[in-house]
């Protein structure tokens, strides 16, 4: 494909290095297909999945096939909010009530050591060992992200990296650095019908923290270094932040910037209306779909702007687990299996534009059409540089801080200055609890 030529992906490069080691095909030995231990003639038990919101339609698919590979498993699709942090809160009610309602959910990469540490979640391993899985045919990153404690607690559904979204009847150049990014939006804003020059996530909740972190560290602007010391109080912050204040507080974002998350930004870019945009790859999907999209074939994607280090994307991503409380392990598990299998990951990949984790997908030719980052090489190496938020058990709280303070900036109340100074100290004292 045309765009996949002009995607290269040069992020900045920190953890997950062994991403894409051992990169390429392999075989698939995993069963997906049951554990064929009479199943044909097991009762039926229905189980409960619970995901968060998925505009693609692929999460219906999964199931579908799902079903169809066992019968005697019914599936009823619990449909989560679209926002990662209201997920997360519905799931600690549930769960520290030891509530039973769900059986499979999927989970942030974010929340993998708190919902093991409050034993929220069922520990995976003798049912991989059980069922041999082999877990290298995965990216290394999602598998760690979701290993605490020496246990793997969840299995990668997909793996998420942001990127640059730019209209191709606008311009062929899209911005290389935030200052350009500043200078185009501006002046490109109404051609084409659009309203609005650039659309990113500038909410207060999760999406934001992404769109922070990856600014501040195109910048060389971090929040822990490796050995888990608080080192958010840097020029390189201030300078990421001051510049993040500057995009959403100019007059080619929309007004209400302060509500965008990921629905409003996808709304308003297949609607036409923005000549850049940021998001995850999952808009490659919804920019190409004929029913809803007003962009079909003048979108491509390219790195997100770089600060003085470089680009750099947030890395994200969905985990699948069991509810600890499930009534239904067994046949949770073999849901878990299906949606981490090759199987399965290729109809979110085909059907949703979701990155797959299973390496050999990437060579796989109905992936490679369903979505231009996915035929390029460069995108695998792209993953395994982006950066990853902190991980830590109180992840909820660290998160917290940074919503808050970085919305009083957003909003004129403080200085990117204070804002670095309040993170500094709020989150050495939550991490000293
Ligand atoms: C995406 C990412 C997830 C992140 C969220 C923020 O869903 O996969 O990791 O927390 O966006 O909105």
Redesign the pocket.
Known sequence: MEVAKKVTLFFLLFVFASLIMACGGGDNTENTEGTGNGEENAEEVTIVYATGVDTTGSTLKQIEAFEEAHPHINVEYREMPAD?GQQHDQYVTMFSSQSSEVDVFNG???WTAEFAQANYALELDRFIAADGIELDRHFDGPIQAGNFDGKQWALPAYV?ASFFYYRTDITDTPPATWDDLIEQAGALQGEEGTEFGYVL?AAQ???LV?NFIEIIASYGGYVLDEDNNVIINSPETIKGLEKLAEIVGSDFVPGNILNF??IETENAWIAGDAVFARN?TYMQSSSDDDERSEVVGNVEIAPLPAGDEGTASAL???MAMINRYSEHPEEAWELVKFLASEEGQKILAVEGARAPTVKALYDDADVQAAGPLFANPDFVEGLSTAVPRPVSPIYPEISEIIQIEVSRVLVGEQTAEQAAENMQSQIENAMAD
């Open positions: 990662t942030d990469v974010i998420n996530q909740y999760e999406g992404t998350q990921e995850w994200g991503g969905w």
